[in-house]
């Protein structure tokens, strides 16, 4: 399966002016709050201006979020949902100073090392495309020291994978509506029938532990409303130096793509 090449077949200009649309109708509710404080306590933690890559930013719904930060850099797959991206919503409310918005990945895309201090992925890995040790070394490399990652995963127990933009099958929608009752096992074997990304709180917290990070903690997150599932939110952190010791634990509970362009963009001086 080329993930890449599906996400993009996802998230076309009419799905993606959808997603946009919701942006709008949602922002400060539910997930989109607990995300927006996660994403603003932590790029305003750091006790100065700093460098920000938004992996899989899509239109761009976390932006105004975002504290203190003097170059966010923005990647998308989706060459429709950056064009959206640079009209974000609460865009008046942005207070980046440069904003850098890439179509790629981060295996297609130059990127130098050690170039970010935050790097923040939401909703899209373990979800539109796999989370490995060659992605997490990937990211620990263009972190500086003592960066931060913060990415979510989707709990493989807590929703069935539904293709998107399709109409589902009477079968899909059937196991849909009984997969809550389901036993554990019998939920993690359906979605991995599926080929689906997500994953299990045990088997991220593996991967995490043969990372090059320094400490991470994973918690579970519950969407209360709209989108049916939970997350499995991570937060990890590099070494304050290259090398350094073996990760320790703080828990709670290369193909390439479409032609990459680039886009880049200054806020108005005045924001509201």
């Given at each position: 399966?080329?993930?890449?090449?599906?996400?993009?077949?996802?998230?076309?200009?009419?799905?993606?002016?959808?997603?946009?649309?919701?942006?709008?109708?949602?922002?400060?509710?539910?997930?989109?709050?607990?995300?927006?404080?996660?994403?603003?306590?932590?790029?305003?933690?750091?006790?100065?201006?700093?460098?920000?890559?938004?992996?899989?930013?899509?239109?761009?719904?976390?932006?105004?979020?975002?504290?203190?930060?003097?170059?966010?850099?923005?990647?998308?797959?989706?060459?429709?949902?950056?064009?959206?991206?640079?009209?974000?919503?609460?865009s008046k409310q942005i207070d980046v100073e440069d904003i850098e918005l890439r179509?790629?990945?981060?295996?297609?895309?130059?990127?130098?090392?050690?170039?970010?201090?935050?790097?923040?992925?939401?909703?899209?890995?373990?979800?539109?495309?796999?989370?490995?040790?060659?992605?997490?070394?990937?990211?620990?490399?263009?972190?500086?020291?003592?960066?931060?990652?913060?990415?979510?995963?989707?709990?493989?127990?807590?929703?069935?994978?539904?293709?998107?933009?399709?109409?589902?099958?009477?079968?899909?929608?059937?196991?849909?509506?009984?997969?809550?009752?389901?036993?554990?096992?019998?939920?993690?074997?359906?979605?991995?029938?599926?080929?689906?990304?997500?994953?299990?709180?045990?088997?991220?917290?593996?991967?995490?532990?043969?990372?090059?990070?320094?400490?991470?903690?994973?918690?579970?997150?519950?969407?209360?409303?709209?989108?049916?599932?939970?997350?499995?939110?991570?937060?990890?952190?590099?070494?304050?130096?290259?090398?350094?010791?073996?990760?320790?634990?703080?828990?709670?509970?290369?193909?390439?793509?479409?032609?990459?362009?680039?886009?880049?963009?200054?806020?108005?001086?005045?924001?509201?």
């Amino acid at each position: 399966m080329d993930y890449r090449k599906e996400t993009m077949d996802i998230f076309d200009q009419s799905a993606s002016k959808q997603y946009r649309e919701k942006d709008d109708h949602l922002v400060g509710h539910g997930s989109r709050q607990h995300y927006c404080e996660i994403v603003r306590e932590l790029s305003g933690g750091f006790g100065k201006k700093i460098n920000v890559l938004d992996l899989g930013c899509g239109t761009g719904r976390y932006f105004h979020c975002l504290r203190n930060v003097k170059r966010l850099m923005g990647i998308d797959i989706s060459a429709h949902m950056l064009d959206l991206a640079r009209d974000p919503v609460k865009s008046k409310q942005i207070d980046v100073e440069d904003i850098e918005l890439r179509c790629g990945d981060i295996y297609s895309l130059e990127l130098p090392d050690q170039s970010f201090d935050l790097i923040y992925s939401i909703g899209v890995v373990g979800e539109y495309s796999p989370i490995n040790n060659v992605f997490l070394d990937k990211l620990s490399g263009l972190l500086a020291p003592k960066g931060r990652l913060f990415f979510t995963v989707v709990d493989v127990y807590s929703r069935f994978q539904m293709p998107e933009n399709k109409q589902a099958s009477f079968t899909r929608r059937a196991l849909r509506k009984f997969f809550p009752l389901l036993p554990p096992f019998a939920k993690k074997s359906l979605n991995r029938a599926l080929s689906s990304f997500y994953m299990t709180d045990r088997e991220l917290t593996a991967l995490l532990r043969k990372s090059q990070f320094a400490t991470f903690n994973v918690s579970r997150f519950e969407h209360p409303s709209g989108w049916q599932g939970a997350h499995l939110d991570c937060l990890a952190e590099k070494h304050d130096k290259v090398g350094g010791a073996a990760a320790t634990v703080a828990r709670r509970g290369a193909d390439t793509p479409q032609e990459n362009t680039l886009v880049v963009f200054s806020l108005p001086e005045q924001q509201g």
